[in-house]
């Protein structure tokens, strides 16, 4: 089994900054990525980053040269720094990890329980 635990949500105004962290736990063979989704309601959870081997990142291009994605995999730890934030942004925001425990062979997706992000003046 592996845990991800979101912080860093929280309430800030347009044009602000936030960081978001994500920890992954448990007994972990690998991690091949991780990411960042969101979730508003009555609306498909949709994708805002991930991070894979080689420096690989992708983002959504509603958060294209705001949004920056970065892993400390010594750690299995995955950060969104979110820049020049827009009420558009409000959201549930959710970890996700593609990960191998050490008690099975395949890889599997792992979710956080998610971190609420307001914009809002």
């Known amino acids: 089994q592996v845990q991800l635990v979101e912080s860093g949500g929280g309430l800030v105004q347009p044009g602000g900054s936030l960081r978001l962290s994500c920890v992954a736990s448990?007994?972990?063979?690998?991690?091949?990525?991780m990411g960042w989704y969101r979730q508003v309601p009555g609306k498909e959870r949709e994708l805002v980053a991930t991070?894979?081997?080689?420096?690989?990142?992708n983002y959504a291009d509603s958060v294209k040269g705001r949004f920056t994605i970065s892993r400390d995999t010594a750690k299995n730890t995955v950060y969104l720094q979110m820049n020049s934030l827009k009420p558009e942004d409000t959201a549930v925001y959710y970890c996700?990890?593609?990960?191998?425990?050490?008690?099975?062979?395949?890889?599997?997706?792992?979710w956080g329980q998610g971190t609420q992000v307001t914009v809002s003046s």
């Open positions: 996700n990890a593609e990960a191998k425990p050490m008690s099975l062979y395949a890889w599997r997706n792992y």
């Open positions: 448990g007994s972990i063979f690998n991690i091949r990525a």
């Open positions: 991070s894979s081997s080689n420096d690989n990142t």
